[in-house]
């Protein structure tokens, strides 16, 4: 069965660093999402993708999150520098469509210190 | 503002017993509420999803309702196990075109 693939699974950084995550997508999901979720709380979606186009970013702190997905297949999420409050599970997710069930990926936990 | 509830936070029940889950939204022209599932550390897996026209949806000892007028969906478990001990989260899509809102999610808690 596809599956959505993160890596890494695990990620221990220091205030003030670079850390990215990846995400690959279910083969021919044309949209790509990144969320955040803090423990204890539902996810909230960070940035969306349609194919290599970014539909919404609304929540997604552009001072210092970026996000690509140059070929419109698997996509990366930096954050610099990283601040304590980014600790969190950051979950991806595809679809075939935007309004299409979303199959979620294991998920990054990132601690920051 | 579009919210989306789920109470309790938490809960824990007896195997074999039947339990229901409650969300609830602040709006009640939604396009589609889903269901989902998260095991601890884990990413989510979807269980149901109802469509704004449908009133329920089954799956095996799964079902989920929706009641748009009073904005709330409750979602069945059957002779409930202790594999269903899970976190369960609600999530409501309000328009074709809008983003998906999550509940904070109920952690169910499953005793042998």
């Known amino acids: 069965e596809a599956e959505v693939a993160q890596s890494p699974r695990y990620k221990i950084t220091e205030k003030s660093q670079a850390v990215a995550f990846w995400c690959d997508p279910i083969s021919g999901h044309a949209t790509l999402y990144w969320y955040r979720q803090i423990l204890g709380q539902g996810p909230e979606l960070l940035v969306q993708f349609q194919d290599e186009s970014v539909v919404d970013d609304s929540q997604l702190p552009k001072d210092r999150f970026s996000a690509e997905r140059l070929k419109g297949v698997d996509s990366t999420l930096k954050i610099q520098p990283a601040e304590l409050g980014d600790s969190a599970m950051y979950l991806c997710?595809?679809?075939?469509?935007?309004?299409?069930?979303?199959?979620f990926g294991p998920g990054t936990r990132l601690l920051v210190l | 503002k579009q919210e989306v509830t789920q109470i309790p936070a938490a809960l824990s029940v007896p195997e074999g017993e039947n339990l229901v889950l409650n969300c609830s939204f602040t709006?009640?022209?939604?396009?589609?509420l889903q269901w989902f599932r998260q095991d601890p550390g884990k990413g989510l897996t979807s269980l149901l999803l109802i469509q704004s026209s449908q009133r329920e949806q089954t799956s095996g000892r799964l079902n989920a309702s929706l009641d748009k007028s009073s904005g709330r969906s409750t979602l069945y478990i059957a002779a409930s196990q202790p594999g269903d001990s899970a976190t369960y989260l609600c999530a409501v899509r309000y328009s074709s075109a809008s983003k998906i809102i999550f509940g904070s999610g109920t952690r169910l808690s499953i005793r042998p």
């Open positions: 709006d009640s022209a939604i396009y589609n």
């Open positions: 997710a595809s679809s075939s469509g935007p309004r299409e069930t979303q199959y």
